[in-house]
């Protein structure tokens, strides 16, 4: 998957609406903790049709965006996107992942090492790292994979993603 | 195999990847008052409409939770204010009965009335008082507003009432200016919630107008005298030209009343109980004064009219030449053929008939 000069403009839009999702969609759901996360869905599409060095400045990029707004320590939101980033667009190189089971998969996959790299980055203690890990991020990682398919679903024509069932 | 370019992108990625971690790590390993000026800076600028949006969305959800609230209080308003009405009216007939309490000078008991949701609960009711309270059967069960029946049964803490509208219901009754006296039953052949009461063998010749009080008589020993039974509405019917049945508006509702008293002693009359009968006793007593006093009029004109007959006629007496008088034993008798005019002197004198009637 790559974005050539036809659907920029919808992988433009997509994003926007993405993050619009994030701000004033996500405060409104349940609990915020295990709401989906909207940024790293837009991070993981970034990362799939892109090389692994853009998904790593994209996520060096979004992880400045999430660590500017939440209270976590600033640079572990970076590093944690930055790596989660790259190894998505490095993944989906490897694997060759067209199937929606496996994007799912890469969503969950990507919260919860995201999670894992901010708990341990920020230097939280030992029992609130045990809820996160595999309490917390797991929840949440599920939900962002329902919603990033989701959206895979609805933009795979304007970003020409093949899914494959 | 990878391409020459393959490993050119490679590295370049890898060296992205690296100038990134590193670029994450210094920040990180930042002072933390430093990292949260550059967080707070990016907040200040380029994130500016991300702050917009999460605030707006923040206000959405407090927003609802505050409808929330004002609708759960409006709700609570609601609810209370709908009780108030229903308030009001227990405060209003519970104090209409503590003064009826006050003023009804016969030892009675004060007792709540146990409704049942059936049809017929407005002729029989439960209270909530027994032969423990003193009360006993056959005793009259008032409200401040009138009569309402009497006590059919007695348990230990509860008591039946027969109410007015019950079938086999009656009272002996009259009407409040003491000119007719009847029987007030129950009328015939109305269901239970449209009961109205009929004052009965009420003479032809008398006619009530409607409105007219009708007050229990006293006559029987169950009902005391005084209590408001109802008011003429009209005429129910008549029966062969001698009797004219008139409808009542009872006085009391027995499908309405919370509270009632039973009456324990049987007292003679209960009419200082009830304000209606006690402005009718003024009234009625008013009335008396007022025909006293024409009647004492009325003597005193008799009396002059009299005193000037008198006058007139021994002054007329006087004028006319007066005849010997002869000694009794030696007076001759009279001829039987003078007559003698009946309003002469010596007529009213001789005779002991009081003097005639010279009122108009």
């Not at chain 1, 433009?12 to 405060?27: E, G, S, T």
């Not at chain 1, 919860?112 to 203690?125: E, K, Q």
Request: charged share 20%.
């Amino acid at each position: 998957m790559s974005f050539g000069r036809g659907n920029r403009a919808g992988f433009a839009l997509v994003m926007l609406v993405l993050i619009v999702l994030q701000f004033y969609l996500r405060p409104r759901l349940w609990d915020a903790r295990i709401a989906p996360d909207f940024l790293v869905i837009a991070l993981l599409v970034i990362a799939m049709g892109s090389r692994p060095g853009v998904g790593a400045i994209a996520g060096l990029v979004l992880g400045l965006v999430a660590d500017a707004l939440t209270p976590a320590r600033v640079g572990a939101g970076m590093l944690a996107h930055t790596v989660v980033g790259y190894l998505a667009s490095w993944g989906r190189a490897v694997f060759f992942a067209e199937n929606i089971l496996v994007h799912a998969g890469m969503f969950f996959a990507g919260v919860w090492v995201r999670n894992l790299i901010v708990v341990g980055a920020s230097g939280a203690p030992g029992g609130s790292v045990f809820r996160e890990i595999f309490v917390i991020a797991p929840l949440q990682g599920l939900t962002t994979a329902v919603a990033g398919m989701l959206v895979l679903y609805i933009v795979r024509e304007w970003l020409e993603i093949r899914l494959d069932v | 195999m990878l391409t020459a370019s393959d490993r050119t992108y490679s590295r370049r990625d890898t060296a992205t990847l690296l100038v990134c971690v590193a670029i994450s790590l210094v920040i990180l390993l930042l002072p933390p008052a430093l990292g949260q000026g550059i967080a707070a800076s990016l907040r200040e600028t380029v994130l500016t409409p991300a702050i917009w949006l999460q605030a707006r969305a923040q206000e959405g959800r407090t927003s609802r939770a505050r409808f929330a609230a004002v609708v759960s209080q409006r709700d609570s308003t609601a609810a209370a204010a709908q009780a108030v009405p229903l308030l009001t009216a227990e405060n209003r007939r519970l104090r209409e009965l503590l003064d009826l309490g006050r003023r009804v000078r016969l030892r009675h008991a004060a007792a709540e009335v146990l409704h049942q949701p059936s049809a017929t609960d407005d002729r029989m009711l439960l209270l909530d008082v027994g032969s423990e309270d003193g009360v006993r059967g056959f005793e009259p069960v008032i409200a401040p507003e009138g009569l309402v029946g009497v006590i059919l049964n007695v348990t230990t803490r509860t008591a039946t009432v027969m109410t007015w509208a019950h079938p086999e219901f009656r009272v002996s009754a009259f009407t409040a200016d003491g000119r007719v006296f009847g029987l007030v039953a129950p009328s015939t052949g109305t269901v239970a919630s449209e009961a109205a009461l009929e004052f009965r063998a009420a003479s032809y010749r008398d006619t009530l107008a409607p409105g007219t009080l009708v007050l229990s008589s006293g006559l029987g020993g169950v009902y005391p005298k005084g209590i408001p039974v109802g008011r003429v509405e009209g005429v129910a019917r008549e029966q062969e030209g001698w009797e004219r049945v008139y409808r009542l508006l009872p006085a009391a509702n027995p499908s309405a009343v919370s509270h009632v008293m039973v009456v324990l002693d049987r007292g003679d009359s209960l009419s200082d109980a009830f304000p209606a009968d006690s402005i009718l006793a003024a009234a009625r007593a008013d009335s008396l004064a007022r025909v006293a006093a024409a009647d004492s009029a009325l003597r005193a004109g008799i009396a002059d009219s009299v005193r000037a007959h008198l006058r007139d006629s021994l002054a007329r007496a006087a004028a006319s030449p007066a005849p010997a008088v002869a000694p009794a034993t030696q007076r001759p008798a009279a001829p039987a053929a003078a007559p003698r005019r009946p309003d002469s002197a010596a007529a009213r004198r001789d005779s002991s008939a009081p003097p005639p009637d010279t009122t108009p």
